[in-house]
């Protein structure tokens, strides 16, 4: 996993000496493995950056941020921990759009904001192999458009810049080395957690997967050699930023293995 990780690092120039950066955690077993390995990574490399994790709790009962605190405190780093109802706003009547992508859009809003607050320029979030592979599908399938979360992207004119240092590391390596550390495996008290639409298309993927074991590869090797010259035209009157209800997905809606990320 430490050569995935370090390639993805390498391959996108993701962090620089003196960077401080900001970890947004979910309580799932992804982002509490980012943290731990880029807090041990400190130990082995001429690079010196600091680790702010940050979680959005989205307001269910029973939370697990109070334990979420007390886990990161044991790795000597301090949780900025936010209590919020954007989860429970994303299920009331006031919400008609998917609940994962009110609370997620609100959530990440307020990830970033944290990080200003707190010096970060830097957000590492925990997606991997998987989620890239997922959001692809579920873009292509529900928002008709062909792309992915990419591993290192920049917001808000260069100001910050998200970082997915997991993303070259299949989620099976990440369940099997959090078993092996015994990380924390915190339920996701959201009722939408467990009938999202990504879950749907996860397993769709698992079944391709158990056909040929070179169809997971075969995709996310496709993500970078796209045949443009073999695609449509778009003659389609859409513009972007108009609103569409069917905007693409650029973060992790739901359908995590734990408590759900940005
Ligand atoms: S599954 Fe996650 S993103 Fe979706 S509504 Fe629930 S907490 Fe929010």
Redesign the pocket.
Known sequence: MNRGVGKAIHDYDMISNGDRIAVGLSGGQDSLTLLWLLRERLRRIPVHYELVPIYID?G?EPGFGAQLKDYCSQWGLELRLEETRH?IL??STENREN??FL??HLRRKRLFEIADEQGCRKLALGHNKDDLIETLFLNICYAGEICTMVPSQTFFQGKFTVIRPLAYVDETVIRKFAKENRFPVFD?P?P??KT?KRKEIKEMLGQLYQGNSNVKGNIFRALSHVRTDYLLKDHSKRRKGSGNRHESIQSR??GHDA??AL
Do not use: I, R, V
Request: proline residues 17%; negative net charge; hydrophobic residues 10%.
């Open positions: 989205p269910f989860g994303a299920h609940p994962c609370c997620s996701n959201c939408t957690s999202s809606e739901s408590p759900s």
